[in-house]
Structures are given as structure tokens and as C-alpha cells.
């Protein structure tokens, strides 16, 4: 039987995808820490993944953008810049500041879009752009343009979108938890590619 595999690795066409050998991503392993990075969550560490995407999930009112809004306070006062595309209003925003905002330096890297009425991607294409290290969707159903969230191959189409757009930064979707009672997973409101398409699920107890 005669070898008809290449003796070398034939050149890929040059298309804009990184691809690497394994010897180079050990070799990028070796250069990285072996812990996770994370960032706090109301003072608890281990569960923000730094580069990561989250899904934050509670039932409604249960308290997830104020869980997120004392969190981001420690990351900007850490050093991060965080962008939050918010449903809330103006005035909602104004009055959360007023009773504790971040101060000094700190509130210059905390920004707020106000971005319920826009479209998804005029939204993804600010949050892409922006030298934001950490970007927060509240909620990610509404903002990301998802009509069915029963229907995974629209969520895996809508959500991938911006899954690539924002790699390298650390993401946190904010969605709704279903109301009958689930685990692992099963909680989390609408198809399952809602939990496939991000790396952490964290879901938020009353």
C-alpha cells in the first residue's frame, strides 16, 4: 500500500482564521496561569470568569441588576471599564447612582447605554467597538434580538453573533429563569442552546 499522505503540512489558504498546532497551544498554556482570573461577585470571588461569557439568571425582580450593579462597582474600582447596555431608563440609572455610584476615576470607566428601541446590531457593533473590557446585557432576550427563545436555531444564531463579535472580553447576559423548578440547566428560561451557547451559567436565588 503506498503512502500517499503529504511528508509536510500543506499551506492553508490565507482566509483570516487563527488556527494553531497543538505544540503552540501547550506552548500558550505554559504562559498562562493555571487558576482562572475572575472578578468578584458581591464581594465572592470564583464565579466571574475573566474573558468569559455568563448567563445570569433569576426569576423576575429577584434582584440580578442589582446583584451585577454592587459587583461592577468592585470591577471598576479594580480598574476594569465596563459597558452596560441597559433596558432601564435614564431615570432609573440617575437615581441608582445617586445612592452609592463609584467615584473618582472609577465612574469614568462605568458607562451606560440606554438601549431598549435600537437594533441588535447597532448595539453589538457598540459593545464590538468599544475598549470596554467587560460588557454587560440586561437582558440579553430583548437586546440581542431573540423574538423565540424556544427556538434554538435562533438562538444560536442571534446569540452566536455576538459570542464572536465580543471574544476577549468578559461577558455577562442577564436573562430569565423559567417558573417551573429545573437543575442544571433546566431552570433557565427558553431553549437549551440558551445555556450551549455560553461558557458559565450562574443562576440568582431569591
Not at 431608563?89 to 465612574?107: D, F, I, N, T
Not at 464572536?164 to 442577564?174: H, N
Request: net charge negative; proline share 4%.
Amino acid at each position: 500500500v503506498r503512502n500517499t499522505m503529504p511528508t509536510k503540512p500543506v499551506e492553508a489558504k490565507k482566509t483570516g482564521i487563527e488556527v494553531l498546532t497543538a505544540a503552540e497551544l501547550m506552548a500558550l498554556g505554559k504562559e498562562q496561569p493555571t487558576e482562572l482570573s475572575t472578578l468578584p461577585l458581591c464581594g465572592a470571588e470564583g464565579y466571574v470568569v475573566k474573558g468569559w461569557s455568563h448567563l445570569l439568571v433569576g426569576l423576575p425582580k429577584v434582584g440580578k441588576t442589582e446583584t451585577l450593579f454592587v459587583s461592577v462597582l468592585d470591577w471598576v474600582e479594580q480598574g476594569h471599564s465596563v459597558l452596560w447596555l441597559s433596558e432601564e431608563s435614564k431615570a432609573v440609572w440617575a437615581a441608582r447612582l445617586a445612592s452609592g455610584g463609584p467615584g473618582g476615576e472609577a465612574a469614568d470607566r462605568f458607562r451606560v447605554a440606554f438601549a431598549l428601541g435600537h437594533p441588535p446590531d447597532e448595539l453589538l457593533e457598540l459593545a464590538a467597538t468599544s475598549d470596554a473590557d467587560v460588557i454587560v446585557v440586561d437582558t440579553i432576550r430583548n437586546l440581542a434580538g431573540i423574538r423565540d427563545e424556544n427556538d434554538n436555531a435562533e438562538i444560536a444564531r442571534m446569540l452566536g453573533q455576538w459570542e464572536a463579535r465580543l471574544q476577549g472580553k468578559t461577558r455577562v447576559y442577564v436573562h430569565h429563569r423559567r417558573k417551573e423548578t429545573g437543575d442544571h440547566g433546566t431552570e433557565v428560561a427558553g431553549g437549551t442552546m440558551m445555556v450551549g451557547s455560553v461558557d458559565r451559567v450562574l443562576v440568582l436565588e431569591r
